[in-house]
């Protein structure tokens, strides 16, 4: 057989053709290549994919070739080996693989290595991707896992060590949390977890880590996940390498500022994209404008970035830009703008505003009320009428909003009445219930029973249980910021039936399979197919509504990614990364339902095969480094480690927001008397 086409039963990680992630496998070609750049890696040789298959037993590769590679790296029997998979689908730059194939340890005498490499290849994913490789196994002192980036923070001036004692085996496999350190680019360490635990790491050997963490990024050309060990004589060895995957986004440090703040007491549920059409744009609009009316914000600011804006499906505002940022001022200090120059006509035109605004709101509560009363019956109006209101309901509530935000500004604390929107729909209630109207007909007579409720596209608001409470102020006297208010929740009520009716138009004629799903449209889309145009294609398979994680109070955006503030110390708990999400705890030894939270002691890798269809995971010991949270953020599972007393805290059932960016682990609601664990509910 020519040289060209021979098969090699096995080949050294020294030899040219190792370094072929075909042949090889990626992770033996990775230990290759670091290898011939004189990074310390154990010697050792790789029984390549071409040679085997997981049907074909160890047993008939009993060649004179392979008994003399393991003749030579044995020394007959007298060392002891490891035998690693080396897959094809392993360790690459979207996905690691981590810890989904077998590897076997103290390998001793020739049957025992045949039957290690049987169990290394029966554990391969499909025929022909799997090399084996063969090492000595180290006698290690000190071992663990390197990034040479944060995959949490997504920070590449640092290097995060996680170290035990002994071989990373424990620390890899979930068993052990292990020291974490972190590190400078130069090794200065600048934290180390638990702090009141310097590891089994010393100074010199950190250092040491640093500098093979550089060396490998410039071999490698990127960050890299490397597991390492120390032997006996302070030797470091290099174990694996692979990229780093599932870098957590970084947020710009000029990145706006955002979270829920005053805008959730609005909408403060998530909304489909016909909601936001139809109440969030016409928020920000409004919003804008006042703070433009005041000298606040520049106009040309507002048209650089939106005060308000969905962010997965919630409202979000710029909280400095309110004034609402954690330590800043209120809005009325922000109405002293900068520079000086422009003081005397601010403070002119806020002096005007102030004396107007009480007549404002109400004759503007006023027109709104005589406009709403004019709206045909949606039993009559005609697909152009109910554009035409649609459209007038986006512009009554930016003008609404705007007045509003102005009254709580200017206003908030000069009215002597105390009557809010809230206490008249709870007295609106107590007169309903009395009367012993159903839900579908209470809005129609007592329309302030909305101030209850958020806004939603549905076929009925879904107003509170219980019997309400008697007025305290009659709506008449309600203060200007609390006329506004009622009037912008009974528009956002007038737009929500009218979208629902133009569903129900839509579905009767074919073009939509239920009502529902007009939540899905844009509104120059609803407007269109009113209008006799067709819909766009795709429209059934849009979620309406998204199922998404309440926001955390401040944030940034890298990208799409949410960068949160990070959580308080004292439980113990680490991010790991994985972004955020929310569901029903489930813990025990049963398959988890879809959508559910996995609350566990410990990291196992069998978890692994459930990861897809997690909402969350939450382990009470455990690494970021992990195989299985290398798994989790690769498969966009949030996950937290080290949190003390999960189990107890988290009883299975009870709604919880898992922060992967944070460390955050909050309960949203207590599990409900008698649903099951794992059934539908909104966060």
Not at 65 to 80: I, M, N, P, Q, Y
Not at 230 to 252: C, E, I, M, N
Request: hydrophobic residues 45%; glycine residues 10%; contains cysteine.
């Amino acid at each position: 057989m020519p040289q060209s086409t021979r098969v090699f039963w096995t080949i050294r990680l020294d030899d040219a053709l190792a370094g072929a992630p075909e042949r090889t496998g990626a992770k033996a070609a990775n230990l290759a290549r670091a290898a011939r750049h004189d990074l310390p890696v154990l010697p050792g040789f790789v029984l390549p994919v071409q040679c085997l298959a997981p049907e074909s037993p160890a047993r008939y590769l009993n060649t004179g070739e392979l008994r003399a590679a393991w003749s030579a790296l044995s020394r007959d029997g007298e060392r002891t080996l490891v035998v690693r998979s080396s897959s094809t689908m392993e360790d690459g730059a979207a996905s690691s693989m981590a810890g989904r194939f077998v590897s076997v340890l103290g390998v001793t005498g020739w049957e025992e290595f045949l039957k290690a490499v049987e169990d290394v290849l029966a554990s391969a994913s499909g025929p022909g991707t799997m090399a084996v490789l063969v090492q000595p196994q180290l006698d290690a002192v000190a071992g663990g896992v390197m990034f040479g980036a944060d995959p949490v923070d997504g920070r590449t001036d640092r290097v995060i060590v996680a170290a035990v004692t002994g071989g990373p085996q424990a620390l890899v496999g979930g068993e052990a949390d292990g020291t974490r350190y972190a590190l400078t680019r130069r090794g200065r360490v600048v934290g180390v977890e638990p702090d009141d635990d310097q590891g089994p790491l010393t100074p010199l050997q950190l250092k040491a880590l640093a500098r093979l963490a550089a060396r490998a990024a410039a071999v490698f050309g990127g960050p890299q996940d490397i597991e390492f060990a120390f032997d006996a004589k302070g030797r470091l060895w290099l174990l694996q390498s692979r990229p780093v995957t599932a870098l957590a986004p970084v947020a710009p440090r000029r990145a706006v500022l955002l979270g829920p703040g005053p805008v959730a007491e609005t909408l403060p549920d998530p909304l489909t994209p016909l909601e936001e059409d139809l109440w969030l744009e016409p928020l920000n609009t409004g919003i804008g404008e006042a703070l433009a009316a005041v000298g606040a914000v520049s106009r040309r600011a507002l048209r650089a970035s939106p005060t308000v804006l969905a962010v997965g499906g919630r409202a979000a505002a710029d909280l400095r830009r309110l004034g609402a940022a954690p330590g800043r001022p209120s809005r009325l200090r922000l109405l002293n703008p900068v520079p000086s120059a422009r003081r005397l006509a601010v403070a002119w035109r806020v002096g005007r505003l102030r004396a107007e605004l009480p007549d404002l709101a109400a004759d503007t509560a006023a027109a709104v009320d005589a406009d709403l009363a004019a709206v045909p019956p949606l039993a009559e109006i005609t697909d152009i009428e109910l554009v035409a209101a649609l459209r007038w309901a986006r512009a009554a509530l930016a003008s609404l909003h705007g007045l509003e935000a102005l009254a709580g500004s200017l206003l908030d604390g000069e009215s002597g009445t105390p009557g809010t929107a809230a206490a008249e729909g709870l007295a609106a209630l107590h007169r309903g219930r009395a009367k012993g109207l159903p839900d579908d007909r209470l809005p129609a007579v007592e329309p302030a029973v909305l101030a209850l409720v958020p806004p939603s596209i549905a076929a009925v608001p879904h107003l509170p249980e219980g019997t309400g409470a008697p007025a305290a102020a009659r709506e008449g006297e309600l203060p200007p910021r609390e006329l506004l208010r009622l009037r912008i929740r009974w528009v956002q009520e007038l737009g929500a039936r009218l979208a629902w009716t133009a569903g129900r138009r839509l579905a009767a004629a074919g073009a939509l399979s239920e009502p529902e799903l007009v939540r899905a449209l844009r509104f120059p889309e609803l407007a269109a197919a009113l209008d006799g145009g067709s819909l766009p294609a795709g429209i059934e398979g849009r979620p309406s509504p998204p199922r998404t994680a309440p926001l955390p109070a401040a944030f940034r955006l890298a990208g799409d990614r949410i960068v949160a503030e990070s959580a308080p110390p004292g439980d113990g708990a680490r991010p790991a990364g994985g972004g955020r999400g929310s569901g029903p705890v489930h813990s025990g030894p049963d398959a988890p339902p879809p959508g559910s939270v996995l609350v566990v002691r410990t990291l196992a890798p069998s978890l692994a095969a459930h990861l897809p269809t997690l909402a969350g995971l939450v382990a009470e010991t455990g690494s970021p480094l992990s195989h299985l949270a290398i798994l989790a953020r690769e498969t966009g599972v949030p996950v937290v480690v080290g949190l003390r007393g999960a189990l107890d805290r988290f009883p299975p059932g009870t709604e919880v927001l898992v922060d992967g960016d944070t460390g955050r682990v909050e309960p949203l609601r207590a599990p409900a008397a008698g649903r099951a664990e794992g059934e539908e509910s909104v966060a």
